[in-house]
């Protein structure tokens, strides 16, 4: 599991930033966000590069990011932006580098409260109709994932990144 590379995947507010940084901890290895990827290379937010420059700009700036956090940087964990992995492209890079994919499993009604309870707006999430059609647009891509891992509201971070390094360990038959 040394060289192996995770990538989090899930919607928006299931978790995948806050996972990542503790299966980061837990596996003694580097993690980042690709958010934070993006708006560091556009020097701008999500939020504002989709309002200023519009969703297809976005997602066509995630998956250069992608490439190159794949191609140069050595992370071992990577934490996706929720529509990241919706994106053929990005499924296909992502499975190009080998890398293990991990679905995080949450309810809607959980993600809903945690992107109300957050300050940061989400500009593909404004009200909670338009949120819940997305989150079950996108369910299914997120099946792709090579593991799912069920996310509730009774679980901290530590806790799902425990049960993912644990499933990761036993199916790769590692010591």
């Known amino acids: 599991m ?3 590379r995770i990538i989090i995947v899930g919607f928006m507010g299931c978790g995948k930033t806050t996972v990542a940084k503790a299966l980061a901890a837990r596996l003694d290895c580097g993690m980042l966000d690709l958010d934070a990827i993006i ?29 190159v956090v794949l191609d140069r940087l050595q992370p071992r964990i990577i934490a996706l932006g ?6 053929e492209r990005n499924r296909d890079l992502i499975n190009k580098h080998d890398c293990v994919t991990v679905f995080l499993d949450a309810p809607y009604d ?3 409260q945690r992107i109300t309870d957050h300050l940061v707006p989400r500009p593909l999430a404004l009200d909670a109709p338009s949120a819940e059609k997305l989150y079950r647009e996108r369910h299914p891509q ?7 891992v069920e996310v509730t509201d009774k679980m901290s971070a ?10 990761i360990k036993r199916r790769r038959a590692i010591p």
């Open 110 to 112: 959980l993600c809903w």
């Open 39 to 67: 708006s560091a290379q556009q020097n701008m937010s999500v939020p504002e590069l989709i309002s200023e420059r519009g969703e297809s700009a976005f997602r066509d700036a995630e998956t250069s990011a992608l490439q």
């Open 82 to 87: 929720g529509g990241a992995w919706t994106l």
């Open 2 to 4: 040394k060289d192996l």
């Open 158 to 167: 530590d806790d799902v990144a425990a049960q993912i390094a644990e499933t």
């Open 142 to 148: 997120y099946a792709l994932a090579n593991l799912r």
